[in-house]
């Protein structure tokens, strides 16, 4: 599995966003939705899964090639799980740095996992649901035979994914007491108005946009016009 896609915004533009981790890549193919005072216009993403046809080739991209295509209710249950985890990611990630001092500690890779929030036990049984089901089993490479089929049916492609969920929550936790102050690899993108979830898998810990190609320039640009303003 790999991790990184292309993200279409509701205003037609594209860029290209790594969260980090599978789960968090699917959640953000449209259903993450994170703007609850509507100042966080970066955060309203474009929907990838449009049709059954979108989910096949999401999943055979991040997994393995599926065997059988999706059908219409299939890609309404990969709908539900992608909220779930979305939702679970906001709860899971420490609220957006809004102050001077919190950048700067987010740059540092010393903000700790605060301002997070108890997720909903519905959300919980959704990726424990699809996460008991078969998913797609590890192989080497190099071999002269596959053992198995070769290509997965959808259901252990969603299942891969939702492991990966239970995996990521379980190493970051939802609680600020369980945390100790200790800084957390769930982070959020510094622009003001974004605010996207991503797993900062940097050495420092110190990752601050979601992307370079997106927020990181505008905020080098803003930085550079008022040095020169201020010239």
Request: glycine share 10%.
């Amino acid at each position: 599995m790999h991790t990184g896609q292309h993200i279409r915004t509701d205003a037609g533009s594209s860029w290209f966003f790594d969260a980090g981790r599978i789960a968090l890549d699917f959640a953000h193919t449209g259903g993450f939705t994170d703007d609850p005072d509507g100042h966080r216009s970066r955060a309203q993403l474009g929907e990838l899964l449009a049709t059954p046809a979108d989910l096949d080739e999401w999943l055979s991209d991040h997994t393995e090639p599926i065997d059988v295509g999706a059908t219409s209710r299939e890609l309404q249950d990969a709908r539900a799980l992608r909220a779930a985890i979305a939702r679970l990611a906001v709860a899971a990630a420490p609220a957006p740095a809004t102050t001077p001092a919190e950048r700067t500690a987010v740059a540092a890779g010393l903000r700790a996992g605060t301002g997070r929030t108890r997720p909903a036990p519905d959300d919980i049984d959704t990726v424990n649901l699809f996460a008991a089901l078969p998913d797609v089993p590890p192989s080497l490479p190099g071999g002269r035979r596959r053992a198995g089929a070769n290509r997965v049916r959808l259901a252990q492609a969603l299942s891969s994914v939702a492991r990966d969920a239970v995996a990521l929550f379980t190493e970051v936790g939802f609680d600020d007491a369980e945390a100790d102050g200790r800084p957390t690899r769930l982070s959020r993108c510094s622009a003001a108005d974004c605010g996207l979830v991503f797993y900062d898998s940097s050495r420092g810990g110190t990752r601050r946009w979601c992307s370079m190609q997106r927020c990181g320039n505008r905020a080098k640009v803003r930085a550079h016009r008022a040095r020169r303003a201020g010239a």
